[in-house]
């Protein structure tokens, strides 16, 4: 079936740093990949998403590209604020499962000043 | 992008009372809506999905009796919690989408509610 394997944390960085999150995935068609974000006390927000291999999501500095090759969606932003601070998971959506999310455990970012 | 919300935000109970969280979609129709549990530091937990006019789908495990789901509209959705314990606690979040066959949906989410049960 279809998973997704995420790097596990909790991460932390200093402000400026280079951010990598792992992200693998195991599916049976062609599906759609995301990243979300959550915040403290708050729901899941869209980060950024990709829908076709070699497509590259980006957004707020944010970048992931779609390695179908690889099966891998890795999120990686080249200098972190402390505003990045949250949650973030990796998910994967594919229309033959009626659009079921498949998220990753998710990887606590903390960013120190 | 299209809006989900949630109601309440948040609910503390006595246990043994139920409980109802509402899910709308705000500017959309809704022909499918997720529900997911969410535990302190874990990832999200899909409950059941919900298709507009029908019995919702639940995954294995979870208890059909003990938390009902009613999609009786295109963009209202809603879990009721029955005969809460404090083992309910949880972020509960729900998402919706079109859920148009064999193409991509994009899946909206609702901000959560969180349930404390005394």
């Known amino acids: 079936g279809d998973s997704v394997t995420q790097m596990e944390g909790p991460v932390t960085l200093s402000e400026e740093a280079f951010l990598t999150i792992n992200c693998t995935y195991t599916?049976?068609?062609?599906?759609?990949l995301f990243w979300y974000v959550q915040y403290p006390g708050e729901g899941l927000q869209l980060l950024l998403k990709?829908?076709?291999?070699?497509d590259k999501g980006s957004n707020k500095g944010f970048e992931a590209t779609y390695r179908k090759e690889t099966t891998s969606f890795h999120l990686e932003k080249g200098s972190v604020q402390v505003s990045d601070s949250a949650v973030y998971f990796c998910?994967?959506?594919?229309?033959?499962?009626?659009?079921?999310?498949?998220f990753g455990t998710g990887t606590s970012l903390t960013v120190i000043p | 992008g299209a809006v989900v919300s949630q109601h309440p935000s948040w609910v503390i109970c006595k246990s043994g009372t139920s409980v109802k969280i509402e899910c709308r979609s705000l500017?959309?129709?809704?022909?499918?809506m997720f529900w997911y549990r969410q535990f302190p530091k874990q990832s999200l937990m899909l409950m059941a999905t919900?298709?507009?006019?029908?019995?919702?789908?639940?995954e294995q495990g979870v208890e059909k009796d003990k938390f009902l789901i009613n999609h009786a509209s295109l963009t209202l959705s809603t879990l009721t919690v029955t005969s809460a314990h404090p083992e309910d606690s949880s972020f509960y979040i729900c998402?919706?989408?079109?859920?148009?066959?064999?193409?991509?949906?994009?899946?909206?989410f609702g901000p959560g509610t969180r349930l404390t049960v005394l």
């Open positions: 919900s298709n507009e006019g029908s019995k919702a789908t639940y």
């Open positions: 998910a994967l959506s594919e229309p033959n499962t009626g659009n079921q999310f498949y």
């Open positions: 599916a049976t068609g062609y599906p759609s």
């Open positions: 990709a829908t076709k291999a070699d």
């Open positions: 998402s919706a989408t079109q859920g148009l066959a064999g193409v991509y949906n994009e899946q909206f």
């Open positions: 500017d959309f129709q809704a022909t499918t």
